[in-house]
């Protein structure tokens, strides 16, 4: 039950939100920020859970459409807890960085942001593929106007962009779930759209590898990594910044979390068979996305190619199966799922205050706003990968992990780590250092970091050294997950390799 | 009093966070005290520390703070190690380390910046612990780049002019190079050998490969990448001499007494790998020699007072790459506390030479500043003499220890031996020319200013300057840590080589003073032969290295950014709208609403598909 409260919860914030509107304009953001917080009270009762023998902390499995096999199925274990967190953790965030920037249509705005949560956490926890569709589309839409409504210049182009990429791929994925679901019909006689039903479904061959791409393009469009990339620089530089923090630190991770959950897990075969073309295209976005990132003026179009490349890691790991890949994968998505939404915040509060996003504008800022500049610093850091700090943790073991599989394409991802310094350096240089120069803009508004701003960067910056210094607090809880998923895959995922 | 080796690094830690949660906000006074006592303390913990460690007579002491993380069969934690090597390492880095940031209190005291400096300062020496008291490699690489990181910061510290930013730039982008190449050697330690703890990995490594077996030569080569990169040695050097665009004590203490020399630490510490690859050891001392000659080159002809030291850092850290490589692991560590002595020594005199001078850096516009500048001649005198490895100072021990062993070595020795003494002769050249152009002759510009140096900045200064002439003498307790329980061989060198090692930098002095003190030779008159000229500007700049990788990587790299700025694959997504755009507007255009349109369209289609069926 409290799985379905948690998304209820979401659902009924935003609907409360949006009618709250009509009481006072600055009453949705406080309703929107009550319930998330709560959704966040509740998920810590699953963190002291006892799991008992299997690693399902919760589950629930009631009918819905029985005739066809779809059921209500939410389940969570530790993996599926950690992207929880995260989600109402940056759901935080994400409020109080559109707290003053969202004026217009505020309640529809809050309304938009809790169903796409509400859709985060439904994916995180569906364990029906039917019911894990429909979530899927669920934090689709209301995505799909915040870019529309309250994005910048070109927001109706970067709305339809973002629609458009993602439900294609969406239509391959339901393809491919309904054949699965045929297909176990066919073996078993009835129909099912159960996960653990489908884990027994026996496909072959070129079928197995056609139902798995319909997965992998579905999952690797969201990721996002090359070539179906191009969607989230234009989203990004759109976007309000709410929206960046929403979709770099949350929806890109339902990507990753598909593929460790359901791309490989029902395919092993074929993902073995994959393996090498799946970690080499993380590692053209690896290192391709870092190169389009430092040509970037635009800086949120920087920060958007620099996702890609990060995420690059997190394909990486997933692909090379093994436990420090995946813990390596997953620490990735945490730790970048801050980072990312960060530095979008920062590039967000920087258009907020000077009216521009042009880099070749800006300079010398350090001098003006001290603490802005200390704490983009800071997550630049963070995010070329300096140990200490969270991302290093993801990466290094990602890439450790991935040096036991592909000694090759390892080597060539290393190359990330410098590519990484190159574009973090450029941007502080061409933002923060230099001199201080104002031609280009209105400086009137430009303010330091105030008290709330400091808060949840120092949240941030807080739970990144956390991770970077002790990370075993998040290790700890996708363990157990991410072994049974290798103990179950690996016979066949090794057999294949060999 | 062991227990409390997890107090080195948290002192300096902790002075950074009050430093940085307080925003700049302290008085000065209060920032110095923090800064700079942090570091004593640290000082005090290791003297103590060192104390109790050499009378309990143990080889070694572990102390596990926390696990860092476990992942499956990779467990590494924060964990301490001491032994002979660490304990030079972490007595050096708080002991300079304190005399620099006493110096900084007084240098850096007109500067608004103030608490920014000593806040990276300190968290520079935080993270120097960590690198040298790691027990694992990869916490050993948390104090690596962290190391990597306080070094940008201080080298664009005086972050308004671009150039700085850029040379900052240049210098982390650079040894990232390397530190990319030691990650990539770590997963294959890992892989191979499965645990990244020091002894533990050493230990398995001698047992599991062969002497010269690919995986020891792959694994030492990798180190090696990021010893080269951060030890500003051929071929990644080309960074440390622009990192002299931060302040000066920051050069002393980073980019001379402890940073660069993490490289050098590196291999000493792992030097079990490189014995098990006899011919990656020969590269270490062939890349030490050759990069010690080429920077003896370039130090000859520059004319800014900090790009010389600069120089002559990346050369005696090449004769300490030449040690290692000759297997006189000793001796290098040896020379590297020497060095350390004097090069800080050396670099805070031109701090007080330039601070004094408002500014100036060309040494030419200097001259008979002796009495002008008595602290800073002093020290520079005795500096000098050190690193020309004058007989009976410091840097004249280690020196002549290293090149003995070379000359032991069966093989290259010889050459390798050879090429250290024309290297000496340089040294002893480009120390003094530096001497007698700032200190002798006639006085030239800058007649008016005073020696800038209080309490603060002289009293490391003289405690430097003890240290350079009479630090030789110190014992350095890391025979267990090399020999593997053998006893060192006595020397046996003829009278001859020894003569020779003796004289070579003599005469380089002697060389320098008829050209720069009598002026008996006149450069003018070297430089009007057109070879000279055009040797001396190749040298000048740094053998043409910087420009060669800015054709070979920088510019490529900027090309290809420019050219794809707007990405190639995002044209192709454009492109599809495009295709369905046009395919829209031809296939509305059929829908005319003209009835005849329609039934010549529907006959002809249907003649098309007739035809079509009877050919197929």
């Not at chain 2, 916490?139 to 690596?144: H, R, T």
């Not at chain 2, 770590?186 to 020091?198: E, H, P, S, V, Y």
């Amino acid at each position: 039950m409290i799985l379905v409260a948690l998304i209820t919860i979401l659902f009924l914030g935003g609907v409360l939100a949006w009618l709250s509107e009509g009481l006072s304009p600055k009453a949705p953001r406080v309703v929107a920020l009550i319930a998330v917080v709560i959704d966040l009270l509740v998920m810590f009762a699953l963190l002291g859970a006892d799991t008992g023998d299997s690693n399902w902390i919760v589950q629930l499995n009631a009918l819905w459409i029985p005739r066809f096999g779809i059921s209500f199925h939410l389940a969570a274990d530790g993996l599926s807890v950690l992207m929880m967190v995260l989600t109402a953790f940056l759901g935080i965030v994400a409020i109080g960085a559109a707290w003053d920037e969202i004026t217009d249509r505020a309640g529809f705005f809050y309304f938009n942001l809790l169903w796409t949560l509400a859709g985060v956490i439904g994916v995180f926890t569906a364990l029906d593929l039917f019911l894990f569709f429909f979530f899927w589309e669920v934090m689709l839409i209301p995505m799909y106007f915040i870019i529309a409504i309250w994005g910048h210049e070109n927001k109706n182009y970067a709305a339809m962009k973002f629609f458009i990429f993602t439900q294609v791929t969406g239509m391959l994925m339901l393809i491919s779930i309904l054949v699965l679901a045929y297909f176990h019909y066919v073996q078993f006689g009835w129909f099912s759209f159960d996960y653990f039903d489908l884990l027994n479904v026996s496909t072959s061959g070129a079928i197995q590898m056609w139902v798995m791409l319909g997965f992998f393009v579905a999952f690797s469009t969201k990721l996002p990594s090359f070539p179906f990339h191009s969607w989230l620089p234009d989203a990004h530089s759109q976007a309000p910044t709410a929206g960046s923090v929403i979709l770099a630190g949350v929806l890109l991770k339902t990507g990753a979390y598909g593929l460790i959950r359901f791309a490989v897990p029902l395919f092993p075969e074929a993902s073995m068979q994959f393996a090498p073309i799946a970690m080499t295209l993380a590692v053209i976005s690896i290192l391709y996305c870092a190169k389009v990132a430092f040509a970037q003026t635009d800086i949120k179009r920087l920060i958007a190619y620099t996702s890609v490349s990060h995420m690059g890691f997190v394909m990486l790991g997933i692909y090379a199966w093994n436990e420090q890949a995946l813990q390596g994968a997953v620490m990735t998505m945490l730790a970048h799922g801050l980072s990312a939404a960060a530095l979008f915040m920062l590039a967000g509060g920087l258009q907020h205050r000077i009216h521009t996003r042009d880099m070749d504008h800006m300079g010398g800022f350090w001098a003006k706003v001290p603490r802005l500049s200390f704490v983009a610093l800071f997550f630049s850091i963070a995010a070329l990968g300096m140990p200490g700090l969270g991302n290093f943790v993801g990466e290094f073991l990602a890439l450790l992990g991935a040096f036991k599989a592909n000694i090759t394409l390892t080597v060539a991802a290393a190359f990330g780590l410098i590519f990484a310094s190159v574009y973090s350096l450029w941007v502080i240089q061409k933002v923060f250092h230099g001199v201080y120069r104002n031609s280009d803009f209105d400086d009137s508004h430009l303010d330091d970091l105030s008290r709330r701003e400091m808060f949840y960067y120092g949240a941030m910056m807080i739970g990144l050294i956390w991770m970077g210094m002790y990370p075993q607090s998040f290790l700890d809880l996708s363990s157990a997950t991410l072994i049974n998923l290798i103990d179950e895959t690996g016979q066949v995922f090794y057999a294949v390799g060999q | 009093m062991q227990d409390l080796i997890w107090l080195l690094p948290t002192f300096p830690l902790l002075g950074f966070l009050s430093l940085v949660l307080t925003s700049g906000n302290l008085p000065k006074q209060a920032v110095a005290v923090i800064g700079a006592g942090s570091i004593g303390l640290s000082f005090l913990t290791a003297a103590a520390i060192a104390v109790e460690f050499l009378g309990s007579g143990e080889t070694h002491f572990v102390l596990e703070v926390w696990r860092w993380m476990s992942v499956g069969d990779f467990s590494p934690g924060f964990s301490f190690y001491l032994d002979g090597l660490s304990l030079v390492m972490m007595l050096i880095i708080t002991g300079v380390g304190f005399l620099i940031h006493l110096y900084s209190t007084g240098f850096m005291l007109d500067d608004p910046s103030y608490s920014r400096f000593f806040a990276y300062m300190n968290l520079f020496v935080a993270s120097m612990l960590m690198l040298v008291l790691a027990d694992n490699l990869v916490l050993l690489y948390l104090g690596w780049e962290g190391v990597g990181l306080c070094s940008y910061l201080l080298i664009g510290f005086w972050y308004e002019k671009p150039e700085n930013g850029y040379a900052a730039r240049k210098a982390f982008v650079t040894t990232r190079v390397g530190d990319t190449s030691m990650a990539i050697g770590l997963f294959l330690l890992f892989a191979q050998l499965g645990t990244l703890n020091i002894q533990d990995m050493l230990h398995a490594a001698e047992t599991q490969w062969a002497v010269g077996s690919g995986l020891a030569v792959a694994a030492s080569l990798l180190l090696l990448g990021g010893a080269v990169g951060k030890s500003a040695q051929l071929p990644l050097q080309t960074w440390l001499p622009d990192a002299m665009a931060g302040p000066t004590p920051i050069s002393a203490l980073i980019h001379a007494a402890t940073m660069v020399t993490a490289g050098v630490y590196l291999i000493a510490r792992t030097h079990v790998l490189f014995e098990l690859a006899p011919n990656v050891q020969l590269l270490v001392a062939w890349i030490g020699l050759i990069t010690l000659l080429m920077a003896g080159f370039t130090a000859m002809t520059q004319h800014d007072i900090k790009r010389i030291l600069a120089y002559s850092t990346v050369s005696q850290i090449g004769y300490m790459f030449l040690g290692l490589g000759v297997g006189a692991w000793s001796a290098s560590v040896f020379h590297l506390m020497t060095h350390a002595f004097f090069k800080a020594l050396l670099f805070l005199a031109a701090g007080t030479v330039i601070l004094s001078l408002h500014h100036e850096h060309d040494i030419f516009k200097m001259g008979g500043k002796r009495k002008q500048l008595p602290i800073a001649f002093a020290s520079f005198m005795i500096g000098s003499l050190a690193l020309a490895a004058f007989p009976f100072t410091s840097g004249y021990f280690s020196k002549d220890e290293i090149l003995i062993a070379a000359l032991e070595m069966e093989g290259p020795g010889l050459l390798l031996w050879i090429g250290g003494v024309i290297g000496a002769f340089f040294t002893g050249i480009y120390s003094f020319r530096l001497v007698f152009v700032v200190f002798f002759g006639e006085s030239k510009g800058h007649h008016e200013e005073k020696e800038v140096a209080g309490f603060s900045m002289a009293t490391p200064l003289f405690i430097l300057m003890v240290l350079a002439l009479f630090g030789g003498w110190i014992q350095i307790p890391v025979d267990a840590v090399f020999s593997h329980g053998e006893m060192p061989e006595e020397h046996h060198i003829s009278g001859l080589m020894h003569g020779i090692m003796i004289a070579v930098p003599l005469l380089g002095i002697a060389v320098s003073y008829l050209f720069f003190m009598s002026k008996t030779f006149s450069v003018d008159k070297l430089m009007a032969n057109p070879l000279a000229a055009s040797l001396h500007r190749f040298w000048f700049s740094g053998w043409g290295m910087d420009a060669l990788y800015d054709l070979l990587f920088v510019k490529p790299f900027l090309f290809l950014a420019r050219i794809n700025k707007s990405d190639l694959i995002d044209a192709f997504y454009a492109l599809l709208v495009r295709v369905s755009q046009v395919a829209h507007s031809m296939l509305a255009r059929t829908q005319t609403g003209q009835l005849n349109w329609y039934a010549m369209s529907i006959a002809a289609s249907v003649v098309l598909l007739i035809t079509l069926g009877v050919l197929l």
